[in-house]
């Protein structure tokens, strides 16, 4: 037995040892526990994409997150962003979140947004929008009915703020890119006619690797804004900025 039948002065001693053990294992079960924490996992999923020959792409490349939706919380953290997208008409719907984010974000001094849409003054991009998107739901798209969307967007972004940098792009884009000061989200479109369906966004941040993802997606996203012109030069959109 762990306690003899002798006197108390030996019990008081194997009771001091048996609490210090439990001291011990427990100390070592939380040391294991952090180590774990901070290193086993790391080096079991690097082992894990070893064994299946894709660490050293999925690292040279830059991605490092997925999610099933727009990162919300970076709003809170950036004092710049970009976004290229296909009709953002999520964005200014009055009952979403994006729209309350959007606000919030440029009421703060200091903060700079831009957003990039397609063209839609363009005869040629707007052809092209209905050869990529030729129903909005289960309703045909026409070129006037393009046109309107866009409009709307824009004055709905307008409708926000006037300082949020509208850009209206010479060409179709295949995904959508939102920056948020220099990490960017690489959302690719759906040609699944559900408005409910989760879009996955994939996160990519800067390694200072050559020919990386994330350098990709940076050098691509300058090349659009280099072809795109602002908004407020549109002498359609005129009226849009004014009211």
């Not at 953290?77 to 009952?95: K, Q, Y």
Request: aromatic share 10%; hydrophobic share 40%.
């Amino acid at each position: 037995p762990i306690i003899p039948q002798c006197g108390w002065g030996v019990v008081v001693q194997n009771i001091v040892r048996i609490i210090c053990l439990l001291i011990s294992t427990i100390a070592s079960i939380i040391l294991v526990s952090i180590i774990w924490e901070f290193v086993g996992k790391e080096d079991f999923s690097n082992e894990l994409l070893q064994t299946m020959g894709m660490s050293k792409n999925v690292i040279d490349s830059g991605i490092t997150d997925y999610k099933k939706s727009t990162a919300m919380s970076c709003f809170l953290h950036s004092s710049r962003i970009e976004m290229l997208l296909a009709f953002g008409e999520s964005w200014v719907d009055e009952d979403s979140e994006k729209m309350q984010l959007l606000k919030d974000f440029v009421a703060k001094a200091g903060r700079k947004a831009i957003i990039i849409l397609p063209d839609f003054t363009s005869d040629k991009v707007v052809e092209a929008l209905l050869v990529k998107y030729p129903k909005n739901r289960s309703q045909l798209n026409t070129a006037d009915s393009i046109k309107d969307r866009l409009k709307n967007v824009v004055k709905g972004f307008w409708a926000i703020s006037t300082s949020i940098d509208i850009r209206l792009y010479n060409g179709v884009n295949s995904a959508s890119y939102f920056f948020f000061d220099e990490d960017c989200y690489f959302s690719p479109y759906t040609h699944i006619d559900d408005k409910n369906i989760a879009i996955p966004m994939i996160l990519v941040q800067d390694n200072n690797k050559e020919k990386s993802f994330y350098e990709f997606c940076k050098k691509d996203m300058k090349n659009i804004k280099n072809e795109s012109t602002q908004a407020q030069e549109k002498v359609e959109l005129k009226e849009c900025y004014e009211n």
